[in-house]
């Protein structure tokens, strides 16, 4: 859902991370007010610091944080220049490099079923921008959404070395200031200045509901990676980006031409070969 604010919220001439950084600020509050209540009602499956954090687990989970700010980056930027309907549906390649980097990270094994999947998005992917490949050019639209698909992928699995030692909700909270921080640094770098124009009023309370929803997301998200295998995930995942297509395609009367709804369908087929 907040990535359907979002696609609202943004239009070509705005800057994303201003968006961004009072989103966090709204995420940040719902946070807190969450990490209050579990303090005062002695809950720990979300609240505890599983065991004490060195020096180097907080720049390893610092390290992560940042890098997945990227991901957020260019997922905004997608919506600026994209459709909402084939953004999220080309997101069904991210668990593809959640299973290269287990492959990596974790010596897990690929099946032959993987491998396929790989064969389909690269050919998918090739199809659909050949004219591109032509000029050796991509557009815009595809560029911004392997960005942020391959970073979340990465990211999805590296989240799980911080909570493991931060707990659920710490991290979470750990996330969003990391997150605030990115942009407080693009604010000074980009503009001189280290909070951006205040936006309308019908946008901050578009902001307050993103904050919101992704408050409760991302403790979702974060707790089911912690309980149950990725497969599961990936699976969630996939039934979501089929509702957001249909909202994509009904809401914003968005456009698809053959070569997306190809490429659309090879995702798809893409992400349930993840499953095997």
């Given at each position: 859902?907040?990535g ?7 239009v ?8 961004i ?7 940040l ?5 969450i ?19 060195s020096?180097?687990d ?11 700010f990227?991901?957020?980056?260019f ?7 994209g ?5 999220t ?18 010596n897990?094994?690929?099946s032959?079923s993987k491998y ?5 998005i ?20 595809v560029?911004y ?6 970073i979340?992928?990465?990211?999805f699995?590296?989240?799980s ?6 707990g ?5 909270i750990?996330l ?7 942009c ?5 770098f980009k503009?001189?200045r ?5 936006p309308?009023?019908y946008?901050?309370?578009?902001c307050?509901l993103m904050?919101?929803?992704v408050?409760g997301?991302?403790l ?14 990936i699976?969630l995942g996939l039934l ?10 009904y809401?914003?009367s968005?456009k698809l031409?053959?070569?997306d709804?190809?490429?659309i369908?090879?995702?798809t087929v ?7």
């Amino acid at each position: 859902m907040s990535g359907i604010i979002w696609k609202k919220i943004l239009v070509n001439e705005s800057k994303n991370y201003h968006y961004i950084f009072f989103r966090v600020i709204a995420t940040l509050f719902f946070l807190l007010l969450i990490k209050f209540y579990f303090s005062n009602n002695n809950t720990d499956d979300f609240n505890a610091i599983i065991s004490t954090p060195s020096l180097y687990d907080w720049v390893i989970c610092i390290a992560i944080c940042l890098f997945s700010f990227w991901g957020l980056y260019f997922y905004t930027q997608a919506l600026q220049n994209g459709r909402i309907s084939f953004i999220t549906s080309l997101n069904g390649i991210s668990p593809f490099f959640s299973f290269i980097t287990s492959l990596f990270l974790f010596n897990e094994v690929l099946s032959i079923s993987k491998y396929l999947s790989l064969l389909l998005i690269l050919i998918g992917l090739f199809l659909h921008q050949r004219d591109k490949w032509r000029e050796f050019t991509i557009s815009k639209e595809v560029f911004y959404t392997l960005m942020f698909t391959i970073i979340w992928g990465i990211s999805f699995v590296l989240f799980s070395i911080p909570i493991k030692i931060f707990g659920v909700l710490n991290f979470s909270i750990i996330l969003e200031v990391c997150v605030f921080a990115s942009c407080i640094v693009l604010l000074v770098f980009k503009e001189k200045r280290i909070t951006p124009a205040k936006p309308s009023n019908y946008h901050l309370w578009l902001c307050f509901l993103m904050g919101f929803l992704v408050a409760g997301g991302s403790l979702l998200s974060n707790f089911t990676l912690k309980l149950f295998p990725v497969s599961l995930n990936i699976l969630l995942g996939l039934l979501f980006e089929v509702i957001v297509l249909i909202i994509g395609l009904y809401f914003f009367s968005e456009k698809l031409a053959r070569k997306d709804w190809i490429l659309i369908g090879i995702t798809t087929v893409s992400g349930f070969l993840l499953l095997f």
